[in-house]
C-alpha cells in the first residue's frame, strides 16, 4: 500500500517514440519539466524553444576503473539565443 499523501505522477514523453532516446518527464504539483538527452542527441534539439530557457543540467560520465564511482557534473545554462 502506498501513502496516498506523498504519491505523485510521472508523466513520461518518448520525444523519438524510442525508449532509448530523448525523453520529457513531468511530475504532478511541479511547474518544471526534466529532460533525458542521450549525447548522441543533443545536436537533434537545437530548434526546441522550451530547450532554450535557464536549466540545471547533469552529464553522466563511466568509471575510469571498475573500483571508481561514475561521476556525474552538475551544471547551470543562462539559455540560448
Same mark, same amino acid.
Given at each position: 500500500?502506498?501513502? !496516498?499523501? +506523498? $504519491? !505523485? #505522477?510521472? !508523466?513520461?514523453?518518448?520525444?523519438? @517514440?524510442?525508449? /532509448?532516446? %530523448?525523453?520529457?518527464? /513531468?511530475?504532478?504539483?511541479?511547474?518544471? *519539466? @526534466? +529532460? %533525458? =538527452?542521450?549525447?548522441? *542527441? &543533443? *545536436?537533434?534539439? #537545437?530548434?526546441? $524553444?522550451?530547450? !532554450?530557457?535557464?536549466? &540545471?543540467y547533469l552529464l553522466f560520465g563511466k568509471a575510469e576503473s571498475s573500483?571508481?564511482?561514475? *561521476? &556525474? +557534473? =552538475?551544471?547551470e545554462s543562462s539559455g540560448c539565443p
Open positions: 500500500m502506498y501513502n !496516498k499523501q +506523498y $504519491a !505523485k #505522477t510521472i !508523466k513520461l514523453f518518448l520525444m523519438d @517514440a524510442d525508449p /532509448e532516446g %530523448r525523453m520529457m518527464c /513531468e511530475l504532478s504539483n511541479w511547474n518544471g *519539466k @526534466a +529532460y %533525458r =538527452i542521450p549525447r548522441g *542527441k &543533443v *545536436k537533434d534539439c #537545437t530548434d526546441r $524553444a522550451d530547450l !532554450k530557457s535557464t536549466s &540545471v573500483t571508481s564511482k561514475p *561521476k &556525474v +557534473y =552538475i551544471g
